[in-house]
């Protein structure tokens, strides 16, 4: 018959696909079959998704034949159509099929509906950074398909075999008697092919991702930041999510912002919270003073006014952008010595008579001294100090039952 004997002319159309000649080692067609595979697949080109289906259906077919020893020597005997003829399984099978397992189709160019998981990392970045648009480079460590199988996880497709100790069913059934007359049955997933129904050839097996498929690799980014960014604002890099062979398409990398703490600047919308150390002297006789803005740039303020404690000025258009403004908020430093000497006080007393109220008069006839303490808070206590609070609250009201005139701050009508 034909197929049984020598053809007359060869057919060398599986090597011309895969742009290598009928003489060229396997290491070769290998080598061309990647990039190949890598350049038409539909998934990276989606422009033209049809024409790289074709070119990816006819790369698939070629390598299937062309990476298997025993089916190249068939194919150089007996040709394509030979093959055919012979159920030798050249061509005959959707590539899509055949490498399903590879970029995680369904077969018949069908598409998986889960759609693929996203990958979150948090940046940090500084004020200064996002202030001036800076672009940041880092580096990610990221899951990708093998390079040297393509995400197989064997040398080729025809690698995998059906398993032999489930019969390809992927589960073992076990069959166990509890007494006379009673028996059970489990059923549990195969351990030698861990529940898929198939393994690989031994010798066959994916040196680099150890059958895994997927690799571990670092690459690098670059994100451009702009001046509009806040903290914990989302950069999209769309189809640098985790790869998984299972799936035929790429989530997308998402990159959050974390805006470290500045000493000096706050971030809140498009406005700068800043804090200034001002003496109590030039609190009250005014100066000028500088402020370092976030690109360097020295702003010179100048202060006629008496400044109050925690007194807060803005000025316009200063903020993280032209949208947002400076806010400052004034911390009155007061002088470190505890005592004023009396001669101090008197003078003290002279130059601000002007700004002391006539209710300030103290009467010290027929009342009731006590001593003042420094005031703590326990509004930031937690929970665990309900306990110790609690204690403390009953004590206080023990000592208010007593003497109510003790409380601090409560007029006498």
Known sequence: MFFQQQQQEPDTKLYDILNVSKNSPAVDIKKSYKKLAMIWHPDRNKDDKEVAETKFKDISMAYDILGDEDKRKSYDQFGLEGMKQMNHGGGGQNPFDMFSGMFGGHGHGQQRARAPPSKKEILNVTLSQIYNNETVNFSLKKQVLCSDCLGVGAKTRSSYIRCQDCNGTGQILKVMQLGPGFMTQTQSPCNKCAGRGKSIKDGDECKTCNTHKVVKIKKSY???????????????IKGEGDQYPELNSYGDLIIQLYCKNHTKFKLD??????????????????????????????????????IEPNMR??????????????????????????RISDEKKTYIRKLLATHINDNSTVITENVHERSMMDYISHKSNNNNNNTTNNNTNDSQSHMDAEDNSQHIGCAQQ
């Open 222 to 236: 670059s994100v451009e930041l702009k001046n509009s960014f806040s903290d914990g604002h989302q950069i999209i």
């Open 313 to 338: 000025k803005v000025i316009i258009g200063e903020g993280i952008n032209s949208q947002g403004n400076l806010i400052i908020l004034f911390n009155i430093v007061f002088p470190k010595n505890k």
């Open 269 to 306: 919308g498009y406005d700068l919270h800043y804090i200034y150390d001002m003496s109590l002297i030039d609190a009250l006789c005014g100066s000028k003073f500088n402020i370092t803005h976030l690109d360097n740039r020295v702003l010179l303020m100048e202060s006629a006014e008496i």
